[in-house]
């Protein structure tokens, strides 16, 4: 099991913008699938970006819709890193933001179920003042 470690939260105004960033303890297979999944107080946690290395080492990626065109998900295997650049923030963004690790490529069916998912991080908060 990897360990995972969120950075980058933040309090920012409406349509700012924020990186975070989520360092694990060892090398991920680039095959597994990332992900980026947010919970505020009194919801479920819900998955907002999740990417994975596919055949000739394309990344695809995909997004909860109410962040799609705002937020990029991106990973640098090389320094064990996966990102996600918030842009054009609102305040129903604000939650804890939480870094997960699976043991296999994301797919639609499947990436937004926390059961894909064998490693979290202790997430980081994302405060979005209006």
């Known amino acids: 099991q990897v360990q995972l470690v969120e950075s980058g939260g933040g309090s920012v105004q409406a349509g700012g913008a924020l990186r975070l960033s989520c360092e694990a303890s060892r090398f991920i297979d680039s095959g597994a699938c990332m992900a980026w999944f947010r919970q505020a107080p009194g919801k479920e946690r819900e998955g907002v970006a999740s990417?994975?290395?596919?055949?000739?080492?394309?990344?695809?990626?995909y997004y909860a819709g109410s962040v799609k065109g705002r937020f990029t998900i991106s990973r640098d295997n090389a320094k064990n890193t996966l990102y996600l650049q918030m842009n054009s923030l609102k305040s129903e963004d604000t939650a804890m933001y939480y870094c997960?690790?699976?043991?296999?490529?994301?797919?639609?069916?499947?990436?937004?179920?926390?059961?894909?998912?064998?490693?979290w991080g202790q997430g980081t908060q994302v405060t979005v003042s209006s």
């Open positions: 990417i994975y290395t596919g055949t000739g080492f394309t990344n695809y990626a």
């Open positions: 997960a690790a699976g043991f296999r490529y994301c797919s639609e069916r499947y990436w937004t179920l926390t059961t894909t998912y064998n490693s």
